[in-house]
């Protein structure tokens, strides 16, 4: 909780300017897709902006699920699904680099700790 001295300290207001409906299109194989719909307070669709499309899809490693998200730069349903590859491919190798680079660190760290010089009391 950064930047919050407490629980107490956390503002819990809704921001009634931006919400959203959500809906969800899967192709029960590989690809979901979240079309967030725009929405004034009174649930009515907010015609005057425009839906936001996340792709969302995942990949079984042996470690487990290993969950990829991409945000689309779609304004309707068929440009998502048109875009949703290439974009889980761009998630994916940025999700890989960091990964590399998590383990880059940890094995500079560890070579730091070992390259220490321990003396007797």
Not at 35 to 42: A, L
Not at 83 to 96: C, N, R
């Amino acid at each position: 909780m950064d930047g919050v001295n407490s629980p107490n300290d956390i503002d819990f207001t809704i921001d009634q300017n931006n919400l959203y409906r959500e809906e969800s299109i899967t192709d029960l194989k590989v690809a979901s897709i979240r079309k967030m719909v725009p929405i004034k307070p009174d649930g009515s669709e907010d015609t005057g902006r425009s839906p936001v499309f996340i792709g969302n899809s995942q990949l079984m490693t042996p470690e487990g699920p290993l969950p990829i998200q991409a945000k689309l730069s779609a304004t309707t349903l068929a440009e998502a699904m048109k875009e949703f590859p290439q974009a889980m491919q761009k998630s994916l190798q940025e999700t890989i680099e960091h990964f590399k680079q998590m383990q880059q660190n940890q094995q500079q760290d560890q070579q730091e700790s070992d390259s220490r010089i321990i003396t007797p009391r």
